[in-house]
């Protein structure tokens, strides 16, 4: 049901920011809300997943705090809203990136994502300070096990190396960069494997929630970008 | 009889179960209850307000016919072979065994054995019309336990045949057969004639029905298409007992051989009332037949031989059930849905009696206690409902396979817009129920091998004939307009489960069927054209990803605006001031994204420009 395009108002509110009015230019208006953690999830087949779809799900609950955001259920065209999407960027303090690793790399959509998004003028350059102080963290599941992020491994690279672009990208746009979780051996991992990591990213989202200092900095506002 | 006009009988007969059967439905009771009640109030034995039963019976056997050839649409051939374990198996294992408890009880008693055995023959038959629209009104007539029932039934229908035949040769004093119904046929050109009828149902339904509706439903008149469906069960009625044989078995017949015709659903749809109302009037005669004299002068002894009739059908049927692996609630239920005596009883007492077989005496003591089963059987079940079935659950899911498969996706219009929406639903694996007006369009469709159906999606009971009550999803892609907003409005009051898809003309009749309760509408001709522009872009000279992404800009705005026009969408005046406000700036918007776009805009994400701008900045 969900491949259709919302064009109807239910659709709407699953999978897009509800839009309220706004001027001739379409700029966006996005909802006010409270929440201070930006979920951004990128698997392009979840219906298949295992440990991503079971991380999603642990979490899914925490709807207080967390926007989510399933961006091939969004943008399955690859048609990415790049206004809605840096105001969605702007109304959040923690950004996760959560994803399978895929040829050392993103899936990607949540690639296209960075380049249509991340701006000159909003995300870096001399302007571009809109994402300054927020915080990146790295959600990756890997085929590998543990030991082929070795040196004597088939990935001959520690997985850190192959995130060293997102770290760069943060270091760039001014986000401080959180130590990525990792669960590696996806092929070989049980369900009550699964249900331990799931438990522990749970933790882990958490604790990043409650280390935020009580600011409230930024607030959903409401105006477009 | 006290009133002489068809009319006054209509009155009465309708007036009795409008007030009875409400009131029976309100407590509880079920319709059938509701009927039989008004039956006996107005019968020849309380209010006497109508008299002679059986023309008005003969009339409402009817019903039980069209019942069957009701059932018999729902029952495709293969689905009939993959019932012969029930109909054949459990069928006959109840005819015979209960046959032999009730003549044994019989004897017991100490009735000749030949009596006792006519008597057992003719008891251990239950009523088809009491029995299917009860499960059907408790929601089991789909599962496990109306398979089994329906077996039996079909099976007791079927051996109604041979007994005519046997019957007779329990007479204790030879009779010449005066109650044949067979009007002079007699043993071999008998089965010859059966055996013709039979085949001339079997081939009329293969070959000869499909054009004669195709050509009738051309014609487009709702009318003569009913007058021919009634037209085809009263032929078919009367060819069967030209034959003497059941007249509902051949009714089943003929619905079997139609139940892959792309008419049937519209067929079902017609027919329907004509059973429920027909059934009623069969419910009501019963109800009317209780002869009250004869219960007043043996209340005792008529009660009590119901009551042991009733136990002894119900606890053998049940254990019969279980022999054939049944859970035990199920076979219980079926036990006490079977428990009474059936309709084919006032026949073949008629007809036992003619030929001497029994005394009239007892005929009419028979007659009794069949006709208080039936009333009774309502209340049974009711009890069993109550405190019969314990922990033992009672499966209501449906047999797989058992009748006709349910669908997710109805497509309402199969044309050139459904077609697409449907085959892609459908090649992903989803059931889906389909429906067209278009006589031409259905045969060509079923010459490629699709089961479609004929019939106009806005009519309740054909919706729900297709499934509209268990289905996800209705695609509604008719092309009228009208139609289709009457359409929304039908399945979103009736079928509020249901999410619907709708093709809309345009943009105010988008509007128009969102307002009805459309869930999701999409312009027919808008990703066609949208997809026909962004070919011409890149005729025009543009990068294909640059008129894909022009495309899809075009896409968003446009929903965009949409959205926003919406809630002027009743205000006639301020939507064309709106929309030409917003038609001039889409227009600008577009041609300022035409001049941008080329180099940036949409390509913003490539574009290096202004980080190539401000290094230079820096350097200098
Ligand atoms: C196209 C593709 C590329 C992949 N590349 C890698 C890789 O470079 N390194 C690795 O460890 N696993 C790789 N994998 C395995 C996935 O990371 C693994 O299947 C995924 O993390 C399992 O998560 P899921 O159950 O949520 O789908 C790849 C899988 C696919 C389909």
Redesign the pocket.
Known sequence: MKSFWPFGRRKRVIAKPRLAASGPSGGPVLERHNRRMLLILA?P??Q????????YAAVADMADDVTFHDLYESYADFSIDVEVEQQRLADHDLIILQF??????TPALLKEWLDMVWLHGFAYGRSGTRLHGKTLLCA?????EPE??TPSGS?RFPIAE?LRPMEATAYLCGLAWAEPFI??D??QIDDAGIAIQAARYRKRLAELIAALPVTNSAPATATAA | MSTDTVLMQALVYLLASVIAVPIAKRAGLGSVLGYLIAGAAIGPFALHLVGNQADVMRFAEFGVVILLFLIGLEVRPALLWSMRAAIFGLGAAQLIGIGLCIAAAAMALGLDWRHAAAIGAILAMSSTAIVLQTLDEKGLRRGAVGSAAFGVLLFQDLSVIPLLVLLPMLAVVPVVAVAGADGGLHGWWHALAVLAAVLAIVAGGRYLIGPIFRFIAATRLREIYTATALLLVIGVTALMQLVGMSPALGAFLAGVMLAENEFRRELEADIEPFRGLLLGLFFITVGASLDFGLLMRHPVLILALTLGLMAIKAVAMSGIARAFRMPWGDARTVGVALCQGGEFAFVLVGFVVGAGVLTSELGRMLNAVVAVSMVLTPLVFLLHERFGQGNAEVSTAAVPDAFDETADVIIAGFGRFGQIAGRLIAANGFRTSLLDVSVSQIELLRRFGRRIHYGDATRLDLLRAAGAEKARLLVIAIDDREKALELVETAKQYFPQLTILARAWDRRHAYELLDRGADVVERETFEGGLALGRIGLQRLGLRANQALRAANLFRRQDRRLFDELMPLRDDEDGFILASRQSQATLDQLLSAELQESVTSDRDRGWDTSSVAEEMRDAAE
């Open positions: 698997h087949a979840l298949r997943s295992r440990v991503n779809a079971a991380l399978p690793m895929y040829w050392y790399a990756v599941t890997t085929g590998g082929a992020y990935n192959f669960i590696h996806t092929f």
